[in-house]
């Protein structure tokens, strides 16, 4: 797993905090809010640095689909949030297509750089 890579999971991990978080400090003075933005903003600037080398389609894709995904786990393990059958075929749904991106992005852009190579 590259250096990226490890930035990318980064960024969905303090995603998943600062969301759950977000949820934690609602009714809270404002001055606790405050830290779940801070920790939005920490998550955006994880992801700028996985943006340098994983296509932007793919980082994306796993930073905001994994964070949806962990969100819901997040959701049912700490506020005791039903996860449905059907929610959690979503889920895997978009995990799947996740995958999907991932694997076709990755072998278009192979194509590419052994036509250019060829060219």
Request: avoid cysteine; charge should be negative; glycine fraction near 10%.
């Amino acid at each position: 797993m590259s250096f990226h890579w490890l930035f990318l999971l980064a960024a969905i991990a303090v995603e998943i905090v600062a969301t759950a978080a977000l949820k934690s400090v609602v009714s809270e003075p404002w001055l606790l809010t405050a830290l779940p933005l801070a920790l939005i903003g920490l998550s955006f600037a994880l992801l700028s640095v996985a943006l340098r080398v994983i296509p932007m389609a793919v980082a994306y894709a796993v930073w905001e689909g994994l964070g949806i995904v962990g969100i819901a786990a997040a959701g049912h393990l700490l506020f005791g949030e039903h996860l449905s059958p059907g929610r959690l075929l979503a889920l895997a749904a978009i995990i799947a297509g996740i995958v999907l991106l991932e694997r076709g992005v990755g072998h278009g852009a192979e194509e590419g750089d052994e036509q250019g190579r060829l060219a």
